[in-house]
């Protein structure tokens, strides 16, 4: 359709179609005449809405994408905004390292108590030198018992060293006795030290033996208990006393191995 009229009728009708596409809904192109930095006017803000998945800064007036998080950018009068992080977490239910050491150390648990219990031994090159239970130990042992005591209880009448053939280099001599409440207790390694301080307990010349016990021992030896009174010719039993030996059997004799001294 053709249409007549003059210059002034024309831009009229050509403002009128332009206002007629707003109506439908066609939005003119954003145009923003700032320089860098100058924060945006209300009407600029209200008058533009970015794309969906971008966001707009204020302080710039730039559009960036952000797919991954939803960033809110409240007004507060310029600055950066605050962003928060939405993004949530995925779920993969696997199990985390300290979650298999744990497992793994309840399994190691299990087997130990689901393991067999070890059998007691039943021969040894250690016994194999154990005196044999059923043999006739005891009639040598106690012979050898008594004559022990007898050199004992005569250091000063026999005024000789007898005592020392029962005792070897290797012996352990274990002294303690009971003085003012509290043990004192000495250590003494060899025959001859033994001898010197069995010869300083020389006046304790009555030994009763009340109680003793023989066991077999290592070394084709015995273990020996024994427990009773000491004392001088003018006090028999002035002291009680405690004596445990150990006896092996060296080159077809005898001799100490071990032995505990406890006076009361």
């Known amino acids: 359709m053709e249409i007549n009229g003059t210059k002034e009728e024309t831009q009229t009708i050509q403002a009128q179609k332009h206002s007629v596409n707003m109506n439908v809904g066609q939005a003119p192109a954003p ?12 009407s600029d803000m209200f008058s533009y809405k970015p794309p969906t998945g971008t966001v707009f800064n204020q302080q710039t007036g730039k559009v960036f994408n952000q797919p991954t998080r939803t960033v809110f950018q409240p007004w507060t009068g310029g600055g ?12 993969t239910f696997q199990y985390t390292q300290k979650k298999k050491v744990r497992l793994d150390e309840m399994e190691q648990v299990n087997e130990k108590e689901t393991k067999e219990p070890r059998a007691k031994p039943t021969g040894s090159f250690n016994l194999k030198t154990l ?23 005569n ?47 020389s006046q304790f ?21 024994l427990t009773g009174t000491m004392g001088t010719i003018h006090n028999v039993h002035q002291h009680k006393f405690t004596m445990s030996l150990q006896l092996v059997r060296l080159r077809k004799k005898y001799y100490i191995q071990n032995q505990f001294f406890h006076v009361e």
């Open 205 to 225: 010349r009555k030994y009763n033996v009340s109680f003793f016990n023989i066991q077999p021992g290592l070394g084709q030896g015995a273990s020996v208990f």
């Open 131 to 153: 005196t044999d239970p059923n043999s006739d130990y005891k009639s040598v042992i106690e012979p050898y018992l008594k004559s022990y005591f007898n050199k004992l209880s």
């Open 80 to 91: 950066p905004a605050e962003e928060t992080d939405t993004t949530k977490r995925e779920m």
């Open 31 to 42: 145009s923003f005449n700032m320089n860098v930095g100058q924060v945006p006017t209300c």
């Open 155 to 201: 250091l000063i009448e026999l005024s000789s060293d007898k005592v020392k053939n029962y005792y070897y280099d290797g012996t352990m001599f274990t002294f303690s006795r009971l003085e003012g409440g509290k043990y004192i207790q000495q250590e003494i390694v060899g025959d001859t030290n033994i001898y010197t301080f069995l010869s300083n307990m």
